[in-house]
């Protein structure tokens, strides 16, 4: 099943530029992986924001949220829609 999700990511400002650095690196090898086992298909950036539109594929909601809850920046992120997608006729 496909899934359209938006989010905002917001590091704390508290943090040091080594942690962020680092958190930043993991999560870029962590969606990497996710795009290797077919779970995370495309990302986008929305222009002027720190919004990310992102499409995913999972089993159901359940599998959806585990793979969302692996990236490093998950405690910081502010899911604002997860839209389940179904097959258009003319896509079949």
């Known amino acids: 099943m496909e899934f359209l999700v938006r989010f905002e990511a917001y590091l704390p400002e508290s943090l040091s530029e080594e942690r962020i650095k680092e958190i930043k690196s993991a999560e870029r ?36 949220h585990d793979a969302l809850a692996s990236l490093p920046q998950f405690p910081w992120m502010d899911v604002t829609s997860v839209e389940p997608l179904a097959t258009h006729p003319q896509e079949r």
């Open 29 to 64: 090898d962590r969606a990497m992986q996710l795009r290797s086992e077919g779970i995370l298909k495309r990302l986008w950036r929305v222009p002027g924001r720190r919004g990310v539109v992102g499409l995913w594929e999972a089993v159901d909601a359940t599998a959806l």
